[in-house]
């Protein structure tokens, strides 16, 4: 059981490093929006919040989401802070399920990963919340 969790932290850590990093460099094509233009105005918005040019991908909520993620996906591959980075995690993954529920349901897939994977890694690490619900 040791090994499952330690395959769930470190995969966990190592898909938030990639969409993370992702949201500073766009390596990585888009989720397709097409039939879905809700999905597609809210992701552009989300995107190109900023004063950057609008063509290169800036906007700071992009980058305050992606910054975050690359951070608890650091902390989860170093094994540090785990229950601190799980906390974090909780409402960008909230957020990213929202999203595809409500406006590109077929796209939930990787997001239901996170939020489960996360849920998962919370519950191992229960110990370590409890005096936080006293």
């Known amino acids: 059981m040791k090994i499952f969790h330690l395959v769930l932290r470190i995969g966990l850590g190592l898909l938030l490093l990639a969409f993370g990093l992702n949201k500073f460099f766009w390596f990585m094509p888009d989720f397709d929006f097409t039939g879905y233009p809700e999905a597609d105005h809210l992701f552009k918005a989300l ?7 609008v063509g290169a991908g800036y906007g700071y909520i992009m980058n305050m989401v992606g910054a975050t993620e690359v951070i608890v996906g650091l902390l989860l591959v170093l094994k540090k802070w785990v229950p601190f980075a799980l906390v974090m995690l909780v409402p960008i993954s909230i957020n990213i399920v929202a999203f595809h529920l409500m406006v590109n349901f077929p796209n939930i897939g990787p997001a239901l990963v996170v939020a489960i994977v996360n849920a998962c890694l919370i519950y191992q690490n229960w110990d370590a919340y409890k005096t936080l619900f006293r």
């Open 47 to 53: 995107r190109f919040s900023g004063h950057g040019d």
